[in-house]
C-alpha cells in the first residue's frame, strides 16, 4: 500500500553497494599510491558512510528518514505519514516514533547530521587524489542532507559549498608525487565539482517532492477531517427537522386535545351533557388530524419529496382547514386569501408556510384566548432593487432573465392577552425556534415574530419560485424594498 | 601585465565603492532585476574567459582556484542576503531609487554588509596575488571577476527570494 518502504531498501542496497565498490575500487587501484594519511582520510569517510546506512535502517526511516525525525522535532502533521511507513517496517521503530519522548528521533537526527558532514568532508578530501572516486561519499551526503525536509535548506547548501570548497583547495594544493597513478586534470576537476553540483539538484529535486507530498497528506487528513464534520452536521440537522416536525404535530394537536378536555370538564361539571358530548366530538376529530399530520410528517420525514412543485391552491386548502380545525376549538379566525391559484410553490415552503400558521395559531390560542386572529396570505412581488442585489449571488442569471420574483407571505395577527394557564406558560420558544430554522434554509425565506401596535405578529414569507435570491432581511427593510403589488396580474409572471 | 592589474585595481576601487553604497542604502527589492544583473555579467564573463587566448593553457590549479573563489563568491553573497534587513518600500525610497512601481520592499546590509564586503575583496586580492605569484593564469582576469561578481549576486538574490517567499506566505 505504501511504496517508501520498500523505496527505502532499495535506497539502502544502493548504499550498500556504493560502499562495496568504492572500497573495492580504493584497495585495487590506490593501494600503496596514496599516502597512508590519505587512507585514514578515506577509511573514516567509509565508516561514517556504513554509520548512516546503520542509523537509517534502525530508525526505520531510509529514505523517509527525514519524516521520522521531522516529526519527532517539529510533532507536524507528517505523524500519520511515519506512522504508516514505519508501521510496516519494524515494529521496534514504530514504538521509537510513537513514544512521546522525542530523544532518540533528535538523537538519531544528530548522528546523521555529524555522519554526513563527516561523509563530505572526508570524500571532499579523497576526491582529488583518488581521481574522483571519492566523490561518492560526497554525492550521498549531499543528495540526502539536501533532501532531508527536516533540516532547513542552508544545513545541505552549506555541506555542497563547504565540500565543492574543500575539493578545490585539496586540488590547489596537490603536488603530484611521481608514483601517482596519474594528475588530476582541470576537466577531472571541473567533472568531479559540476557532480556534487549536480547531486545538489538532485536533491533540492527530491526534497520539493517531499514536500509536495507532505503537504498531500495533509490536505487528504483535511478533507477527511472536514467530511467527518459535515457528515455530524448532516446527523445535527437532520435531528432538528424531527424535533421540528415532532414538536409542530404534536403540540398542535394535544393543545387542542387539553382545550377540549378542559372545555368538557367544566361543561360535565355544569351538567350540560349535550355540549360535553359536542366537545368530545371535536376532540376526536382533533385527535383523528393530529394521527393523520402525524403519519403525514413521518412519511415526509421518510420520503422527503422537497422538490415538487405545488400549486398555490393547494397550499391555500391546507392552511383553510387549519383555521377550520381552530374555529372548531373555538378560534375567532377572520381569514384573508389572495394567492393566484396556479402560482408555484416549493413542497418544502409549503410545509414550511402551513407549520407557520399551525403554529401562529396554537401560540394565540396559547397566550390569548379568546382574542380574534387575523390570518392574511397573499404573493408579493419583490422590486427591481432586491433583485440587483440578487443578481451578484450564483443564481444571478436565473434572477436576472426573472427580474419580478415572487414571495408568498403570511401574516397572522392577534391582540395581545394573558398567559393565565399552564397551558401558556409551556413552549419555551421551541416553536418559534424551529420556524425560524424552517425559514433560514429556504430560498427567500424569512420570518419575524413580536409585538407590533399592541399586536403579536407572525410575518413569514418564502418565494414562491426556486430562485436562490432575495433574502430580505428585516421588516423594515422589506417595506422599503417590496411592494405589496397588485398580485394577481404581476405575480404570475413571476 | 601592469596595465591589466591597473585596470583590476580601477575596477576593484569602482565596485568596492559603488557596492559599498548599496550596501548602506535601502534600495527597492525587484527580484527580476536582482536576478537579471549577475546573469548578464555571469555571460559576459564566461565568453570572456572561453575568448582568452591563454585558455588551452588552464591548469588544474586554475580551475580549483576558480571553484574556490566562487564558492567562497557565493557563501559571502549568502551571508549577505541573510544579514539584509527587509521594509516595506516608501514613496521617497520609490522616488530615489527612481522605481517605476515594482517592488513592495526595499532592502539594506548596513555596516556589516559593508565590512563583509570589504573583507570578500581583499581575500579576493590576496588570493589573486597568491595565485599568480603560483603561476595561475587567470586567477586576475577580469572575466574572474566578473564571474565572481555574478556568483555573489546570484547567491543574494536566492537567499532574497526564500526570505521574501517566507514573508508573504506569513502575509507581511
Known amino acids: ?494 | 601585465m601592469n596595465t591589466q592589474l591597473l585596470v583590476n585595481a580601477a575596477l576593484i576601487v569602482v565596485a568596492v565603492g559603488w557596492m559599498g553604497l548599496r550596501q548602506l542604502n535601502w534600495r527597492p527589492v525587484e527580484l527580476a532585476r536582482m536576478w537579471r544583473s549577475p546573469l548578464i555579467l555571469g555571460a559576459i564573463g564566461l565568453v570572456t574567459l572561453v575568448n582568452s587566448s591563454n585558455l588551452s593553457h588552464i591548469t588544474t590549479f586554475d580551475v580549483g582556484v576558480l571553484v574556490f573563489e566562487i564558492i567562497i563568491s557565493l557563501a559571502v553573497g549568502s551571508a549577505l542576503g541573510v544579514m539584509a534587513k527587509f521594509r516595506p518600500i516608501t514613496a521617497q525610497g520609490r522616488a530615489e531609487a527612481h522605481d517605476d512601481g515594482g517592488a513592495t520592499l526595499e532592502s539594506r546590509t548596513g555596516w556589516w554588509g559593508f565590512a563583509l564586503w570589504v573583507a570578500f575583496i581583499v581575500l579576493r586580492i590576496g588570493i589573486d596575488v597568491g595565485a599568480g605569484a603560483m603561476g595561475s593564469q587567470i586567477a586576475s582576469s577580469t572575466a574572474m571577476i566578473l564571474i565572481l561578481l555574478a556568483a555573489n549576486r546570484v547567491a543574494r538574490s536566492a537567499v532574497f527570494a526564500a526570505r521574501i517567499g517566507r514573508l508573504t506566505s506569513v502575509g507581511v
Open chain 1, 1 to 494: 500500500m505504501n511504496p517508501q518502504p520498500r523505496t527505502g531498501w532499495l535506497s539502502v542496497a544502493l548504499n550498500l553497494f556504493g560502499v562495496i565498490v568504492v572500497t573495492w575500487a580504493l584497495i585495487g587501484n590506490f593501494s600503496g599510491v596514496l599516502a597512508t594519511g590519505m587512507f585514514v582520510v578515506c577509511g573514516v569517510g567509509l565508516v561514517a558512510w556504513l554509520f548512516a546506512i546503520v542509523i537509517s535502517v534502525l530508525t526505520g526511516s531510509v529514505l523517509t528518514g527525514s519524516v521520522l525525525t521531522g516529526s519527532v522535532l517539529t510533532g507536524s502533521v507528517l505523524t500519520g505519514s511515519v506512522l504508516n511507513s514505519t508501521s510496516t517496517s519494524t515494529s521496534t521503530s514504530l514504538s521509537t516514533s510513537s513514544t512521546a519522548t522525542a530523544s532518540p528521533g533528535v538523537a538519531a537526527d544528530r548522528a546523521l547530521f555529524v555522519a554526513f558532514i563527516v561523509m563530505a568532508v572526508c570524500g571532499a578530501i579523497a576526491a582529488p587524489p583518488t581521481l574522483g572516486l571519492f566523490v561518492a561519499l560526497v554525492v550521498a551526503a549531499v543528495i540526502r542532507s539536501v533532501a532531508n525536509t527536516s533540516w532547513p535548506l542552508w544545513f545541505g547548501m552549506a555541506i555542497v559549498l563547504g565540500s565543492m570548497g574543500i575539493v578545490a583547495l585539496v586540488a590547489l594544493t596537490e603536488h603530484p608525487s611521481p608514483q601517482a597513478v596519474g594528475s588530476l586534470s582541470p576537466l577531472g576537476l571541473l567533472a568531479i565539482e559540476g557532480g556534487i553540483a549536480v547531486s545538489a539538484l538532485g536533491g533540492l529535486s527530491r526534497r520539493q517532492y517531499r514536500i509536495a507530498e507532505a503537504q498531500a497528506n495533509a490536505l487528504r487528513e483535511e478533507r477527511l477531517d472536514a467530511r467527518e464534520k459535515q457528515s455530524a452536521l448532516a446527523t445535527l440537522s437532520e435531528r432538528q427537522a424531527m424535533a421540528r416536525e415532532i414538536h409542530d404535530v404534536l403540540a398542535h394537536s394535544l393543545g387542542g386535545l387539553v382545550i377540549q378536555l378542559d372545555a368538557v370538564d367544566a361543561l360535565l361539571e355544569s351538567g350540560d351533557v349535550g355540549a360535553a358530548e359536542t366537545r368530545v366530538r371535536d376532540a376526536r376529530q382533533l385527535a383523528a388530524s393530529g394521527l393523520a399530520e402525524a403519519r403525514r410528517a413521518v412519511d415526509a420525514l421518510r420520503e422527503p419529496d422537497a422538490t415538487a412543485l405545488i400549486r398555490a391552491s393547494d397550499l391555500t386548502a391546507a392552511l383553510g382547514e387549519l383555521v377550520e380545525a381552530n374555529r372548531a376549538l373555538g378560534g375567532h379566525v377572520e381569514y384573508r386569501d389572495s394567492l393566484p391559484p396556479e402560482l408555484p410553490v416549493s413542497g418544502e415552503a409549503a410545509l414550511a408556510l402551513r407549520r407557520a400558521l399551525q403554529e401562529a395559531l396554537t401560540n394565540a390560542r396559547k397566550h390569548a384566548a379568546g382574542q380574534p386572529v387575523e390570518v392574511v396570505v397573499e404573493a408579493v412581488v419583490v422590486v427591481e432593487a432586491v433583485v440587483v442585489e440578487a443578481a451578484v449571488t450564483e443564481d444571478a442569471t436565473a434572477a436576472a432573465a426573472n427580474p419580478a420574483t415572487s414571495l408568498v407571505r403570511i401574516r397572522v395577527s392577534n391582540p395581545l392577552g394573558h398567559a393565565h394557564d399552564a397551558l401558556g406558560a409551556s413552549g419555551y420558544r421551541h416553536g418559534l425556534n424551529g420556524m425560524a430554522e424552517r425559514f433560514d434554509r429556504l430560498p427567500g425565506g424569512e420570518v419575524s415574530a413580536g409585538v407590533v401596535g399592541g399586536s403579536f405578529v407572525v410575518d413569514a414569507s418564502v418565494g414562491s419560485a426556486r430562485v436562490r435570491s432575495a433574502r430580505v432581511r428585516s421588516a423594515s427593510d422589506r417595506s422599503a424594498r417590496v411592494a405589496d403589488a397588485s398580485v394577481a396580474g404581476e405575480a404570475d409572471d413571476a
